[in-house]
C-alpha cells in the first residue's frame, strides 16, 4: 500500500484541465474560471457617500455654523451643482458627493433649523467617503484565474459590470454502483435480501459541488459481461468514472475487471488509509476512473479525498488546496492512532471539534452529522482535550 499523499500524486499527474468555455454571468456560479476577471468600471465609479447625512466641506462643519441646505443628492440621481462656501446637501447612502464637498456628516449630529443646518460636536474623525475605485479600478484582476465562483466571487464578479466569463468546462461523470443486494430506494422493504443504494446519492451530491455534471447513475449486479457493458457505456459518456463498490478481491469484485478490454492502466489499487484502503484509480479509454469501497462512510469520505481534488484539477483550479487542512481544538480526547493514516469523521460545536461516535464504515446515520474529517497520522499518539488537530471540511 501506498500513502495517502502519493496515491493523490499519482491521480493528479495524468489531469489536464477542461477546455474552455463563456457562458453568461448566471450560468456562472459554482464554475471555476479558466481566465482572469478584469474590471470594466471603477467601482465605486465616483466619490459616494457612505452614509445618510450632509455633504459639507469639513471646516465648516466644525465650525459650528449654520450651513445653508441647498438640495439633496440620492442614489442615481446626483447633485449636480458645485457646492459652495456655507452651503450642505443632504445626501443619502450610495450618492455621488458633490463637487466641493470633502466629508459626508452623519444625519445623527444634524441640528436642523429651517432650511439650515450645524454639527453637534464630536461627528469626527470619519469622513464617510468612498472613494472613486477604492474597491477596485477598472482593468484590475477581480478574481482570479483558477478560482471557483462562490457566492460572494458572483458578488464581485457583477460588481466589476462584467455579464459573461470563460470557465472550464463541467467534468462529465458516470457513477457506476456494483452489487446484487443494491436497489433504488423505496424499493428494498420487501426484500430482506435487498438494501437501499445510498453511497451513490451522497457521491454524486458531491461530485457535483465540485463543478461535475453528473451524466449517468448506473448501477448493476455482480455479472461480469453486464458490468463490461456498463463500463463501456460510462467511458463513452464520461471524462471520469467514479465506481462504487467491487474494490475488494472477493469473488465478485469486478470494479477493475470490468475496465479490462478498455486498457486499465491503474495509477494505485490500494492506500494506507482508514477508512477507503480499496480506493483505486487508473485510465481507461483514454478517461479517468476512480474506484471507491462499497460501504456508504467509506465511499463519501473517499470521495472526498480523491474525486474532489480531481475534479478540481480537471476544471484548471487548486486541486491541493480542496484538502488543505485548518487546526481545530479537540472536544472530547482521541485514542491512539493505528497502522493507517486516518481521516475521522467529525462536526463542528461551539467548544471546537467533536467526533462523531460511529466511525463504522457502514455506519449512515452519523454520516448525517460528520461535516469535518479529522486528519490523524498512522500511530499518532493519544490526544487530550484541547489538542489541535488537522481537519479538512467534508
Known amino acids: 500500500m501506498i500513502s495517502f499523499d502519493e496515491a493523490l500524486s499519482r491521480a493528479l499527474a495524468p489531469v489536464c484541465p477542461m ?6 454571468i448566471g450560468d456562472a456560479r459554482g464554475r471555476v474560471l479558466s481566465e482572469h476577471v478584469h474590471a470594466l468600471i471603477d467601482a465605486p465609479r465616483a466619490d459616494i457617500a457612505a452614509m445618510d447625512g450632509y455633504a459639507v466641506r469639513l471646516a465648516e462643519a466644525r465650525s459650528g455654523e449654520a450651513l445653508t441646505i441647498v ?15 456655507g452651503q450642505a446637501v443632504r445626501i443619502f ?12 456628516v ?3 449630529y444634524a441640528q436642523l433649523c429651517g432650511d439650515t443646518v450645524s454639527f453637534a460636536q464630536g461627528f469626527g474623525p470619519g469622513r464617510h467617503i468612498r472613494e472613486r475605485g477604492g474597491d477596485f479600478a477598472a482593468g484590475a484582476v477581480v478574481i482570479a484565474k483558477g478560482t471557483r465562483l462562490s457566492p ?12 459573461n466569463v470563460a470557465v472550464a468546462r463541467q467534468p462529465r461523470v458516470a457513477i457506476i454502483v456494483t452489487g446484487d443486494e443494491l436497489v433504488a430506494p423505496g424499493s428494498a422493504a420487501d ?5 437501499p443504494d445510498s453511497a451513490s446519492f451522497g457521491v454524486t451530491a458531491l461530485a457535483e459541488r465540485y463543478g461535475a455534471k453528473i451524466v449517468r447513475v448506473l448501477r448493476a449486479g455482480d455479472d461480469l459481461k ?17 465506481v462504487i463498490g467491487g474494490a475488494s478481491v472477493g469473488k465478485r469484485d469486478f470494479a477493475k475487471s470490468m475496465f479490462a478490454g478498455a486498457g486499465l492502466e491503474l495509477a494505485f489499487s490500494k492506500v494506507a488509509i482508514k477508512p477507503g484502503k480499496p480506493v483505486w484509480f487508473g485510465t ?28 478540481t484539477a480537471l476544471q484548471g483550479g487548486d486541486a491541493l488546496a480542496e484538502i488543505q487542512t485548518v487546526p481545530l481544538p479537540l472536544v472530547v480526547p482521541m485514542e491512539a492512532g493505528g497502522s493507517r493514516e486516518t481521516f475521522v469523521r467529525a462536526y463542528l460545536d461551539r467548544n471546537g471539534i467533536n467526533t462523531v461516535i460511529n466511525q463504522e464504515s457502514g455506519a449512515q446515520a452519523p454520516m448525517a452529522e460528520a461535516t469535518w474529517l479529522i486528519r490523524r497520522a498512522a500511530h499518532d499518539p493519544a490526544l487530550a482535550a484541547g489538542a489541535l488537530v488537522r481537519a479538512i471540511p467534508l
Do not use: W, Y
Not at 453486464?226 to 467514479?242: M, R, T
Open 19 to 24: 477546455e474552455s468555455e463563456r457562458v453568461a
Open 71 to 85: 438640495g439633496e443628492a440620492f442614489a442615481g440621481t446626483p447633485f449636480t451643482t458645485m457646492l459652495g462656501a
Open 93 to 104: 447612502t450610495g450618492a455621488h458627493v458633490p463637487k466641493g464637498a470633502d466629508c459626508v
Open 106 to 108: 452623519m444625519q445623527e
Open 152 to 163: 460572494a466571487g458572483m458578488i464581485a464578479l457583477a460588481g466589476a459590470d462584467v455579464a
Open 191 to 195: 426484500n430482506i435480501n435487498r438494501r
Open 226 to 242: 453486464a458490468l463490461e457493458a456498463i463500463a463501456a457505456q460510462a467511458l463513452s459518456l464520461a471524462d471520469l468514472v467514479i
Open 284 to 311: 481507461a479509454g483514454g478517461k479517468h476512473v476512480l474506484g471507491l469501497p462499497g460501504n456508504p462512510g467509506s465511499a463519501l469520505v473517499t470521495a472526498r479525498l480523491v474525486a474532489a481534488p480531481v475534479l
